[in-house]
């Protein structure tokens, strides 16, 4: 089943750990705040089978909850 994720800039904190567990799919703004990595001005895109379990660890770690994820 595919995921949406989103994510929320306004409560990202720029600690850097989403983009440490799932490289492929996070990276920053230069103020280290997240966006995605092949989309930059988007706030949400489905994940690819292959990096659902990066992403799911991403979710858990952010301490923010700056990122969300749908079924
Ligand atoms: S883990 Fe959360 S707070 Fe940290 S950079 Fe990523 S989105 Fe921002």
New binding site residues.
Partial sequence: MSQRCK?VPE?????????LYAPNI?D?DED???LFAQEPTARQQFIIDEEQETVQT?YR????R??LLEK
């Fill in positions: 994510i409560r990202c904190i720029a600690c850097g750990l989403c983009a996070f920053y280290g705040i997240v991403a770690k952010c301490p923010t700056a990122i």
